[in-house]
């Protein structure tokens, strides 16, 4: 079973956006699947830089979509993104060195982060998109 399901209520009603947070759980799904089968630091690694490679595309397109509907809270919105980013970063060493421990924190953060970003952060920007798309 999934360390994280989708459910429909985390849709954001964007196809686009919420295939990419489909992919990101997935990812989390894979990075959790490595921890419990005791995978190496490569594979750890190798899953870390795919999941930050398609968080840093997602976040772009993202606030692409935002700055076309002049979100307000745009700028908010991009340090949540920025501040992300770091984070996962910092635990690219980890990764590669095998720190089991540091990388059940990470994955603790991945998916508190997620969940709470599109319940709470994502949705606030969904009117203006909704309204920019019906324009």
């Given at each position: 079973m999934p360390f994280v399901q989708w459910v429909d209520e985390l849709s954001v009603g964007i196809d686009r956006l919420d295939?990419?947070?489909r992919?990101?759980?997935a990812s989390i799904?894979?990075?959790q699947e490595a921890l419990l089968a005791d995978q190496g630091p490569e594979i750890m690694g190798d899953?870390?830089?795919e999941l930050q490679s398609y968080m840093d595309r997602h976040f772009r397109m993202e606030e692409g979509l935002?700055?076309?509907c002049n979100y307000p809270d745009l700028e908010s919105h991009r340090a949540e993104h920025q501040n992300l980013a770091m984070r996962v970063a910092s635990y690219q060493e980890a990764a590669t060195d095998g720190n089991r421990k540091t990388m059940l924190e990470l994955q603790d953060l991945l998916v508190n982060w997620l969940l709470e970003h599109i319940d709470k952060t994502d949705r606030a920007y969904i009117p203006y998109l909704?309204?920019?798309m019906e324009s």
């Open positions: 295939s990419d947070h992919q990101m759980i799904n894979r990075l899953i870390l830089a935002m700055e076309g909704q309204k920019m």
